[in-house]
């Protein structure tokens, strides 16, 4: 196919398997996602290659609420749409974000953020980003010195954006889908991109794949008029009605139509297909349009003349130690889930952006430099004079970009600390049909934004607490803007929009309040999609273009599932995406116990390549366990089977002395428990994984085992408040324990002391028990027997989370509030269970109930997977979307090593009588001293004789 434009030829009548109206990131992604599919798609785009005055006019709007920024300045149609002129923020919703909140009408998601984690991986590489972050993984992360204090965490939880950059070549993207055997991997330069330093445009990173693809017509210059719907019943769409520039109609047909058009026009687009319906193609319950929200920005302090270096540092950009120097990180602040409960307030986040910055010292240094390596003498003269003439601020660069390894502050005329929030949901927030038309006769968007008391409300209370706890840190104060002191109109009346419009047409289980279903599809009508910040069911508080991409991915998905398998599906020659390719290193009992019967079950998705032992009788007694190829040869397993990973399942006596061998394989590794027994070899294997660039992941299974996965979820919506203890009694043992603990808890949270004792009942029995301070004064307490045998001196296991607004114990959960009267709530976790497979977890919450859904049970229910196994089945699962896309392992070597530190610690401690042992660990002083006791006790004892 090829790159077209109506204006020059007419496209010939075809039959697509899928029409997508709009060439911006939602709609190339999901094109891309179709390269090499074999289904024939059309991609119409109203404006030209490049970004045109008269296309974008076309954008134009009635504006009848809220002030909004001109459409020409946020708005552009063309190949790459609004990614031809973004700022390249980015970031995911939070979980918070998808659930029915109870002081928020209309709040909630259809969908979890567990279902579109992976898309947003996958939408990553599209991008130009590395890994993308929680805030809590980024608050370990990304963490520095300058991090210390950190802010109450119960008030403030860390959000990190990243933001795009074109000038990452594009080639994560293309083994991405290479990879999934959506392109052919021999086209390796075709993603490269042009190497300025900006977003990236992803009409100029995926013009040539697209158009040298012989499945897909690009079709500039064709503005969609309306979606045509079968007259014989009105509920399936059959066609689309474009315009070219001159107004000439033409006519494209497609079994599946997606909108991909902006938050604005999906709606406005909707609203003119009135052919079959007067209300509009979907709007049968006058929801099309309705609840438009978008983001705002809120001074809420200024810092002027380079000031307000502490808070600058916090917020400013950092690299990730996996990344290189172009991948810029930052960090924020948002409202913890308990403050938003308890004060009603909106999800919401305080970031700074810089006005007027002049380089430091370092980078003007090196812009002096590169102009020497021109032949610039006088650009070059001129910026090393600068540079030396400010050498305090060379001195401090250095030690920012060297030591620190943190990218230097630059000197800012103004910093402003802002707040966006998201927007409350209002049914009369809307876009509706305006009595003018543009230049094709079409009927203009009339735009009503409004804004909400409940948005002031929750911006005054960031402000008041932020400026709080810059009061209790110790932090230079900013300037407070005057509306702080004023009403609704004194905040509102210099508020614009971000030109990020969303929620015109969300998404909903229930017609009468929403647009789409989970699937995207719109409701009362077959063959129709929509993608874009139009579905969005809440806007949250992030910039929306990940999420937008993530959810594009995710509906194509669910296309090319629909299309394939649907009645009228395509011949056998179109291609089917390929499974997960996993391949076993280790053929023991847990291997054919645990790993084979998940693999059974999850046949449809993993594709065993083969196994290798280290013996042909354990080859072959693991081929006839499992009917998988058996080698004894790890380097053949790699070369023939091309795993996307491979497992090492060995015995645990093996691992400090075989995993250092594999790091050298070129594939990753998901490393069964223990990562190491000695924290000295830990630290030595975590470089060599470092230095090698490989992804490692570790088969830590209790986090993900059901029950946990469930309590991790309440946790993060703030359901028991903020954490001051964890507690195993008894219940998992050694480092198992204390890597569940650490992961309930939030592995941004540093730890500060560890104090250890070992009580002894009995020659049979001994009890290790110990505590770990952290440095926002919670507490990890771990409690297990030196002895894993059985004895009826030990005390029923339990595992604890202790909160200020609950404790969750083993099997229920108690919640301070939610119960008759506002009394206390004790809630059994239940389980749901279809033919003595487990399905569900639910428990009563002050919200209601809150579930865990099994995403392995359904057509996979028939294996009967137990806890165990369903824990192993989300670490593979994990771990498969850390190696084909830009995602974190699923438990990383550095959290197994900090495991086996912190146990370390522990005994340390109970060593030396229970003294405090300073964290992180100084692990050769604390040998070292061990063995200078040992000597001492040698010594006396011979001295006694």
Not at 255 to 280: D, F
Not at 294 to 316: L, P, V, W
Not at 699 to 716: M, R, T
Request: hydrophobic share 40%; glycine share 10%.
């Amino acid at each position: 196919m090829s790159l077209k434009d109506l204006n020059d030829q007419p496209v010939q009548a075809a039959e697509y398997d899928l029409i997508i109206i709009g060439a911006g990131p939602a709609g190339l992604a999901i094109a891309a996602e179709f390269l090499g599919s074999g289904l024939r798609v059309a991609v119409l785009e109203s404006g030209g290659k490049e970004r045109n005055g008269a296309a974008d006019d076309l954008d134009a709007f009635e504006n009848v609420g809220h002030a909004r920024a001109p459409h020409a300045e946020t708005r552009s149609r063309g190949l790459g749409g609004t990614s031809a002129i973004w700022t390249g923020r980015c970031g995911m919703l939070d979980d918070i974000d998808f659930h029915a909140r109870p002081w928020l009408p209309r709040s909630g998601w259809p969908i979890s953020a567990a279902t579109l984690r992976p898309y947003y991986h996958r939408a990553g590489p599209y991008l130009g980003l590395s890994a993308t972050l929680s805030g809590a993984e980024a608050g370990h992360d990304l963490y520095q010195g300058f991090d210390k204090p950190p802010w109450d965490s119960a008030v403030f939880r860390d959000a990190v954006w990243q933001f795009s950059n074109a000038d990452n070549d594009g080639m994560s993207l293309l083994r991405q889908l290479a990879d999934a055997e959506v392109i052919d991997a021999a086209g390796t330069g075709v993603l490269q991109h042009s190497g300025r330093t900006s977003a990236v445009n992803l009409g100029e990173r995926l013009r040539k794949p697209l158009t040298d693809s012989t499945d897909i017509d690009i079709v500039l210059n064709a503005t969609a008029l309306e979606i045509e719907v079968d007259p014989a019943s009105a509920t399936a769409a059959r066609s689309v009605l474009v315009a070219r520039s001159d107004g000439q109609q033409d006519r494209f047909h497609g079994r599946r139509i997606v909108l991909a058009c902006g938050g604005i026009e999906n709606a406005r687009l909707l609203l003119a297909s009135r052919s079959g319906n007067p209300k509009g193609l979907g709007n049968d319950h006058d929801q099309v349009g309705r609840h438009l929200t978008d983001h705002h920005f809120s001074e809420i302090g200024r810092y002027t003349d380079g000031g307000g270096k502490q808070i600058r540092r916090r917020f400013g950009s950092r690299w990730h130690s996996a990344a290189d120097s172009k991948t810029i990180y930052c960090m924020g602040v948002r409202t913890a889930e308990a403050t938003q409960r308890d004060k009603q307030l909106l999800n919401a986040t305080i970031h700074i952006v810089d006005f007027g910055s002049r380089l430091n010292a370092l980078s003007t240094l090196a812009n002096g430099a590169r102009a020497a390596k021109q032949k610039d003498a006088g650009t070059a003269a001129r910026n090393l004079s600068q540079a030396l003439r400010r050498p305090g601020d060379l001195a401090v660069s250095v030690r920012d970009r060297f030591v620190r390894g943190t990218p230097p502050l630059n000197l800012p005329q103004l910093t402003l600390l802002g707040c966006v929030l998201e927007q409350e949901l209002d049914p009369d927030s809307r876009v509706t049909l305006s009595s003018r038309t543009n230049r094709l006769g079409q009927p203009i968007a009339k735009i009503d934004w409004r804004i909400s008391d409940r948005e002031f409300r929750t911006a005054r209370a960031m402000a008041g607490m932020f400026h709080a706890e810059t009061d209790r840190l110790g932090l230079a104060p900013p300037a407070r803007p005057d509306w702080l002191d004023g009403d609704f109109d004194d905040w509102s009346q210099g508020l614009t929009d971000l030109a990020h419009p969303s929620c015109t047409t969300r998404m909903s289980d229930d017609p009468a309040t929403g647009v789409v279903d989970a699937n995207c599809k719109l409701h009362g009508v077959e063959g129709v999609y929509v993608a874009g910040s139009s579905v969005f069911s809440t806007p949250g508080h992030m910039n929306p273009t990940q999420t937008i991409l993530a959810l594009g991915i995710r509906l194509a998905d669910h296309l090319k599932q629909q299309i394939l398998s649907g009645p009228s599906a395509p011949p056998a020659s179109v291609a089917r995406p390929r499974r997960l390719r996993i391949g076993f290193i280790g053929g023991g009992n847990r291997v054919a116990t645990i790993y084979h019967p998940v693999t059974q079950a999850l046949a449809d998705r993993l594709e065993v390549v083969g196994a290798v032992t280290g013996s042909d009788e354990g080859a072959a007694r693991i081929a006839s366990q499992t009917g998988w190829t058996a080698h004894t040869d790890p380097g053949r397993l790699v070369a023939e089977g091309r795993p996307d990973f491979l497992v090492v399942a060995l015995p645990p006596s093996m691992n400090d002395g075989l995993y250092p061998s594999l790091i050298g394989l070129d594939v990753p590794l998901l490393l069964e428990t223990p990562f190491c027994w000695n924290e000295v070899r830990g630290r030595k294997l975590l470089r060599q994984i470092g230095k090698a660039g490989r992804l490692v992941g570790v088969a830590e299974q209790f986090p993900f085992l059901p029950e946990y996965q469930l309590w991790q979820k309440l946790i993060g919506l703030g359901l028991i408040g903020k954490i001051e203890a964890v507690v195993n009694d008894f219940a998992v043992y050694d480092y198992h324990g204390i890597g569940l603990l650490r992961t309930l808890m939030g592995r941004e949270r540093r730890p500060d002391l560890a104090n250890g004792r070992i009580a002894a009942l009995n020659d049979d029995e001994a009890w290790a028990l110990g505590s770990v301070r952290f440095t926002d004064g919670s507490f990890l307490i771990n409690n297990y027997s030196a002895s894993y045998a059985a004895n009826p001196h030990r005390p029923a296991g339990e595992i604890r989370v202790c909160g200020t607004q609950g404790t969750l114990r083993t099997g229920q959960a108690l919640f301070a509030n939610g119960g008759p009267g506002g009394q206390p709530l004790l809630s059994p976790i239940r389980r749901e269970q279809q033919g003595g497979a487990l399905t569900a977890l639910s428990v009563l919450t002050p919200d209601g109930e809150i579930r865990w859904d099994n995403p392995y049970a359904g057509p996979h229910a028939g294996h009967r997977l137990t806890d165990e196994q369903i824990a192993v089945a989300e670490l593979l699962t994990r771990m498969g979307e850390a190696a084909r896309s830009a995602a974190p392992p699923p438990y990383a070597p550095w959290a197994a090593l900090e495991d086996v530190e912190l146990l370390a610690a522990l005994r340390y401690s109970a060593a030396r009588g229970g003294a405090a042992i300073p964290l992180p660990l100084a692990a050769t002083r604390e040998k070292l001293r061990g063995k200078a006791r040992q000597t001492a006790g040698k010594i006396t004892g011979r001295l006694r004789r």
